[in-house]
């Protein structure tokens, strides 16, 4: 007995080039459309993780301050816009936040942001920009004319009532430009907002005039 021949209909053979080239073309303009949207989104992440760590460590300073019964004191550097960090110490003087070694008398031994590791084979500066990631602080800090603070252990408060003041930063691209301002009141509490109406869109509160 003789069989029929199968006959491959055309609903079986598979996707032309035609439509191969419409779906990959609509594809890349999905993408194209996605990422600057997805850039952005990445891009605020990182700064308001940025900012929240800054507040976090003066919040922790204040903490071990009352805690210890011992004034804290926070220091700001900033040799460059890229490279900055913050850090805490035990006592009224400055300590170095780029300092990795423990045992130095500068050490910031209550807290430092950005984590720097003493055995990396990179200098405490370029570890920082390399974990600070682009974000950057604009002009100096101004805390009572002086880039740091004192906070008096009895009352949690600002060891001088006029070093109150302000630290600025910026998100790395410069099309995106997102601002944060991180406020020391005389309280010793740190807050965020946004000094602009762009950068209300990270999730900081407009900035008080």
Same mark, same amino acid.
């Given at each position: ?9 055309r609903d079986e053979s598979g996707v032309t080039l035609v439509e ?10 999905? !993408?194209?459309? =996605?990422? $600057? ?8 992440? *990182?700064? +308001? #993780? ?65 984590? !720097?590791?003493? =055995?990396? $084979? ?8 390399? *974990?600070? +990631? #682009?974000?950057q602080v604009v002009g100096a800090p101004n805390f009572g004319g ?64």
């Amino acid at each position: 007995m003789l069989r029929q021949p199968q006959v491959r209909s055309r609903d079986e053979s598979g996707v032309t080039l035609v439509e191969l080239l419409i779906t990959l073309t609509v594809a890349a303009t999905l !993408l194209t459309l =996605a990422l $600057p949207a997805f850039t952005a989104f990445r891009e605020r992440s *990182l700064f +308001r #993780g940025t900012t929240d760590q800054v507040l976090g460590l003066v919040q922790l300073a204040r903490f071990e301050s009352v805690q210890r019964d011992r004034p804290v004191t926070v220091t700001v550097l900033t040799p460059s816009p890229v490279q900055w960090c913050v850090g805490a110490n035990e006592g009224a003087v400055a300590c170095n936040c780029f300092e990795t070694n423990a045992a130095s008398a500068d050490f910031c031994e209550v807290a430092r942001f950005p984590a !720097l590791n003493g =055995a990396s $084979p990179l200098a405490p500066q370029a570890q920082a920009q390399q *974990l600070l +990631r #682009g974000v950057q602080v604009v002009g100096a800090p101004n805390f009572g004319g002086a880039n740091r603070f004192t906070i008096n252990p009895k009352l949690g408060t600002l060891d001088d009532p006029v070093s109150f003041g302000s630290l600025l930063l910026r998100s790395p691209t410069d099309a995106l430009a997102y601002r944060s301002r991180i406020d020391i009141s005389p309280l010793a509490r740190a807050t965020a907002c946004a000094p602009d109406s762009h950068s209300h869109t990270v999730g900081f509160t407009q900035c008080p005039p």
